[in-house]
């Protein structure tokens, strides 16, 4: 099943992260419940906030970066527990909450058993990461309160196509891209795996290249590959574009580079092998100047166990 939330790229950062903070939350909901306290993760920045002294609830908000009557209903659900109530405030006109004593033993145990047990669960994640994730979170949160994402979203121009060459960083793309697709209308072959798991060795080393199309908004939604097959002889192979991508003509955009990069390569033998339920590719490689063609199929045609149509780039 394809992952829709994690192929649209940045245009569903927020549901990936509400994703990624649910489920995170759901397992330190367990470690609460397992250490006997009557809480939830929601209730955690209050309780944090009210350990160094009474607070009214914008103070709260401020603290936990939430609003305020998102604030209020967490106030009233601790209340109900007894958890917090009102102290008394030299000010008449505001409400000062402050922690009970149930609630200053609760949360003096959640500080000695809970965060430290969530926190080190939560480095064993982040040390498999690159970079500081955390200051990544912070320049997050700091670039949102200088523009929104509807401020942002009026000013930009959505689905511009840019070409990216090879990068071994984004392996993963052109294997996830290509096996997407595969899987979806065939069988993944032995064939496909070994070009899919060793772009490197198998495509960029004996002297073919990959290249990618990114759509701005949306990350990196097509692939594709030119195989050296011969001195002067390339298999364009390996194009696929992401569901994301469909109405941009991206598919398009990126066989006419790789067109171009053929030639920049010396190709004076271009060729594809493909399958006519493919039908629409088909038509998109007809268009760009590839023609059917019985030898193409004769001498290359054995190659895939899907393949019964072979074109041969003619410029026409």
Same mark, same amino acid.
């Given at each position: 099943m394809?992952? !829709?939330?994690?192929?649209?790229?940045?245009?569903?950062?927020?549901?990936?992260l509400?994703?990624?903070?649910?489920?995170?939350q759901?397992?330190?909901?367990? !470690?609460? &419940?397992d250490?006997?306290?009557?809480?939830?993760p929601?209730?955690m920045a209050?309780?944090a906030?009210?350990?160094?002294?009474?607070?009214t609830?914008?103070?709260?908000?401020?603290?936990?970066?939430?609003?305020?009557?998102?604030?209020?209903?967490?106030?009233?659900?601790?209340?109900?527990?007894?958890?917090v109530?009102?102290?008394?405030?030299?000010?008449q006109?505001?409400?000062?909450?402050?922690?009970?004593?149930?609630?200053t033993?609760t949360?003096?145990?959640i500080?000695?058993d809970?965060?430290?047990? !969530?926190?080190m669960?939560?480095e064993?994640?982040?040390?498999?990461?690159e970079?500081?994730f955390?200051?990544?979170?912070?320049?997050?949160?700091?670039?949102?309160?200088?523009?929104?994402?509807?401020?942002r979203?009026?000013?930009?121009e959505?689905g511009?196509?840019?070409?990216?060459?090879?990068?071994p960083t984004?392996a993963?793309?052109?294997?996830?891209i290509?096996?997407?697709?595969?899987?979806?209308?065939?069988?993944l072959?032995?064939?496909?795996?070994?070009?899919?798991?060793n772009?490197q060795?198998?495509?960029?080393?004996p002297?073919?290249?990959i290249?990618f199309v990114?759509? &701005?908004g949306?990350g990196?939604?097509?692939?594709?590959?030119?195989?050296?097959?011969?001195?002067?002889?390339?298999?364009?192979?390996?194009?696929g !574009?992401?569901e994301?991508?469909?109405?941009?003509k &991206?598919?398009?955009?990126l066989?006419?580079g790789m067109?171009?990069r053929?030639?920049?390569l010396?190709?004076?033998?271009?060729?594809?092998?493909?399958n006519?339920k493919?039908?629409?590719?088909?038509?998109?490689?007809?268009?760009?100047?590839f023609?059917?063609?019985?030898?193409i199929m004769?001498?290359?045609g054995s190659?895939?166990?899907?393949?019964?149509?072979?074109?041969?780039?003619t410029g026409?």
């Amino acid at each position: 099943m394809v992952d !829709v939330v994690a192929q649209m790229g940045p245009a569903f950062l927020g549901s990936r992260l509400k994703r990624l903070g649910e489920r995170m939350q759901a397992s330190a909901a367990q !470690v609460i &419940a397992d250490a006997g306290i009557p809480l939830q993760p929601g209730h955690m920045a209050a309780m944090a906030a009210l350990r160094t002294g009474p607070k009214t609830i914008g103070q709260l908000a401020d603290a936990s970066g939430t609003s305020q009557p998102g604030m209020t209903r967490t106030i009233g659900q601790l209340a109900k527990l007894r958890m917090v109530a009102d102290v008394e405030c030299d000010d008449q006109r505001s409400r000062m909450i402050g922690l009970t004593a149930e609630g200053t033993r609760t949360v003096n145990l959640i500080a000695s058993d809970v965060w430290p047990r !969530v926190g080190m669960a939560a480095e064993q994640i982040l040390d498999r990461l690159e970079g500081d994730f955390l200051r990544q979170l912070a320049v997050i949160e700091e670039s949102l309160s200088e523009a929104s994402i509807a401020e942002r979203a009026m000013q930009s121009e959505p689905g511009r196509l840019t070409l990216l060459g090879w990068d071994p960083t984004l392996a993963y793309e052109f294997h996830d891209i290509n096996a997407e697709w595969i899987e979806a209308m065939f069988v993944l072959e032995q064939t496909d795996r070994d070009v899919l798991e060793n772009p490197q060795e198998r495509i960029i080393d004996p002297g073919g290249d990959i290249m990618f199309v990114h759509a &701005a908004g949306l990350g990196i939604v097509g692939a594709c590959a030119l195989q050296k097959t011969g001195p002067t002889s390339f298999e364009l192979t390996k194009m696929g !574009v992401r569901e994301s991508a469909r109405g941009l003509k &991206a598919g398009e955009f990126l066989l006419e580079g790789m067109i171009e990069r053929a030639r920049q390569l010396g190709a004076e033998k271009l060729y594809l092998l493909t399958n006519r339920k493919c039908a629409a590719a088909v038509h998109l490689y007809e268009k760009l100047g590839f023609e059917h063609d019985a030898g193409i199929m004769a001498d290359y045609g054995s190659r895939y166990e899907r393949c019964n149509v072979a074109m041969l780039y003619t410029g026409d």
